[in-house]
Nanobody
């Protein structure tokens, strides 16, 4: 599976962005998908995950209630809707695929990674 993240950019605090992650391959619908982020000088952090069917989602505490993960298996795409953005959300955002189809929050469980898209939130 090859993953291509897009949708990053510069936004003011309180604004919104929607990230997309397009996947190649016919087996996309079998994979659990996750979003992680890495801010400058910090370790990569779990953001959100969604199960293969889309029926289960899981969020990191720092984004709960503000971000929403979703997927469209017909389009081989997973989304991250980010609302009420804060300067501390500034990071490179990565999408990743979990071959077990689950919603997991640790990098070690993900088999494929996209290249990242930069989100900058100004105060």
């Amino acid at each position: 599976v090859q993953l291509q993240a897009s949708g990053g950019g510069l936004v003011q605090a309180g604004g919104s962005l929607r990230l997309s992650c397009a996947a190649s391959g016919r087996t996309f619908s079998r994979y659990g998908m996750g979003w992680f982020r890495q801010a400058p000088g910090k370790e990569r952090e779990f953001v959100a995950a969604i199960s293969w069917s889309g029926g289960r989602t899981y969020y990191g505490d720092s984004v709960k209630g503000r971000f929403t993960i979703s997927r469209d298996n017909a389009k081989n795409t997973v989304y991250l809707q980010m609302n009420s953005l804060k300067p501390e959300d500034t990071a490179v955002y990565y999408c990743a695929a979990d071959a077990y189809g689950l919603t997991r929050d640790r990098e070690m469980y993900y088999d494929y990674w996209g290249q990242g898209t930069l989100v900058t939130v100004s105060s």
